[in-house]
């Protein structure tokens, strides 16, 4: 009856043969040690000839192009939430530029005072105070027609208490307390409006849209590394034969880690290519189409607020960090699973 080969001696058989195909198996009398050379001498036929490439990971597989297709998805709705945060920012500190340069003078109409006068006499108040670039005072059809989205049109404004403006154009070195001062001394029936409140409101919004798009942002980064963590035990089960023979003949888990980042590394980059290339192509429709002059109000109120939702240069720089980005998530991941894998294996 023939005895079975121990698990030592099964180990020594596989590296034998593994060595053979690499080389001429050579064994030393007496000792169990085995040594291997190289044969291309021996084997004319060979020399010359590259063996192919015989990855861990399959390079095509139905699951590797549904996690491509995955990845892509992701980069997409991540450089859209990037382009919407860029926008978001840049609309918000144009406006707050806009805002910030000019300020309002409203002086209220009061019974046994002549309004022309005292608004004469405000908008040279203004002029006088230093940083004050211009002080425009707002004819009565002006300040009626700022009212016509509410009351609309044809309305008698002179029944109303209507307050005359006068729009203050402003550089950074002016003092607004002290001309808001001077128009409460001389003009009483005048105030000022620095639009303070209206400043606070809209860094306020900016923020909580730029802290919403980033958490969006956070959101898409951990479902793909989510993604990968699965694809990644799923190809480690799938080759589990082949990460066993490679640990018989030597084979370190550094190793094994590597390949299966190299490989994750080139489908996130292509994925998160194709991905933020859809973005790219999204935002130059957008901007061709909402650029161009439309016949209705509300274009021209969605261009006016948005500009176009024309997306700079800082929205095309971040797209392009975002795809390296996922990227990196990506082979970061799948190192980090394969090392944690093959310590749960061992």
Same mark, same amino acid.
């Given at each position: 009856?023939?005895?079975?080969?121990?698990?030592?001696?099964?180990?020594?058989t596989l590296?034998?043969?593994r060595?053979?195909?690499?080389?001429?198996?050579?064994r030393?009398?007496g000792?169990?040690?085995?040594?291997?050379?190289?044969?291309s001498?021996?084997?004319?036929?060979?020399?010359g000839?590259?063996?192919?490439?015989?990855?861990i990971?399959?390079?095509?597989?139905?699951?590797?192009?549904?996690?491509?297709?995955?990845?892509?998805?992701?980069?997409?709705?991540?450089?859209?939430?990037?382009?919407g945060?860029?926008?978001?920012n840049?609309r918000?500190h144009?406006?707050?530029?806009?805002?910030?340069?000019?300020v309002?003078?409203?002086?209220?109409?009061?019974?046994?005072?002549d309004?022309?006068?005292?608004?004469?006499?405000?908008?040279?108040i203004a002029?006088?105070?230093?940083?004050?670039?211009?002080?425009n005072?707002?004819?009565?059809?002006?300040?009626?027609?700022l009212?016509?989205?509410w009351?609309?049109r044809?309305?008698?404004?002179?029944?109303?208490?209507?307050?005359?403006?006068?729009?203050?154009?402003?550089?950074?070195?002016?003092?607004?307390?002290?001309?808001?001062?001077r128009?409460?001394?001389t003009v009483?029936?005048?105030?000022?409006?620095?639009?303070?409140q209206?400043?606070?409101?809209l860094?306020?919004m900016?923020?909580?849209?730029?802290?919403a798009g980033?958490?969006?942002?956070?959101?898409?980064?951990?479902?793909?590394?989510?993604?990968?963590?699965?694809?990644?035990?799923g190809?480690?089960?799938?080759?589990?034969?082949?990460?066993?023979?490679?640990?018989l003949?030597?084979?370190?888990?550094?190793?094994?880690?590597g390949?299966?980042q190299?490989?994750?590394?080139?489908?996130?980059l292509?994925?998160?290519a /194709?991905?933020g290339?859809?973005?790219v /192509?999204?935002?130059?429709?957008?901007?061709?189409?909402?650029?161009?002059?439309?016949i209705?109000?509300e274009?021209?109120?969605?261009?006016?607020?948005?500009?176009?939702?024309?997306?700079?240069?800082?929205?095309?720089?971040?797209?392009?960090?975002?795809?390296?980005?996922?990227?990196?998530i990506?082979?970061?991941?799948?190192r980090?699973?394969?090392?944690?894998?093959?310590?749960?294996?061992?």
């Open positions: 009856m023939t005895e079975r080969a121990g698990p030592s001696e099964r180990i020594r590296r034998r043969r060595y053979a195909r690499l080389g001429r198996v050579a030393t009398p000792d169990d040690t085995v040594q291997w050379e190289d044969v001498s021996v084997t004319p036929e060979l020399d000839q590259k063996r192919a490439a015989n990855p990971v399959p390079p095509r597989s139905v699951a590797r192009r549904a996690l491509l297709m995955l990845v892509a998805i992701m980069s997409f709705l991540a450089c859209l939430c990037i382009a945060v860029t926008i978001i840049d918000a144009g406006w707050e530029r806009q805002i910030a340069e000019e309002t003078i409203q002086v209220k109409p009061v019974d046994g005072t309004t022309d006068q005292a608004v004469t006499r405000a908008a040279e002029m006088q105070t230093p940083g004050v670039q211009s002080a005072p707002l004819s009565k059809a002006a300040g009626s027609a009212l016509e989205p009351l609309g044809g309305f008698d404004a002179s029944d109303l208490p209507i307050p005359r403006l006068i729009a203050v154009k402003v550089s950074n070195s002016v003092d607004l307390s002290a001309l808001a001062g128009l409460r001394d009483p029936s005048a105030s000022l409006d620095d639009h303070g209206w400043l606070q409101r860094s306020s900016a923020r909580v849209m730029i802290t980033g958490f969006i942002m956070g959101l898409v980064l951990a479902a793909t590394a989510l993604s990968v963590i699965f694809a990644t035990r190809a480690m089960a799938g080759n589990k034969q082949v990460i066993e023979v490679l640990h003949v030597g084979a370190e888990d550094g190793y094994i880690a390949q299966f190299h490989h994750f590394l080139m489908l996130g292509k994925g998160a /194709l991905g290339l859809a973005a /192509l999204l935002f130059a429709i957008l901007g061709y189409f909402t650029g161009s002059e439309g209705t109000p274009d021209a109120q969605l261009r006016s607020v948005f500009g176009g939702l024309h997306v700079g240069f800082t929205g095309y720089v971040g797209t392009i960090l975002t795809i390296l980005v996922i990227a990196c990506i082979a970061v991941t799948a980090a699973t394969v090392r944690r894998t093959l310590r749960e294996l061992n």
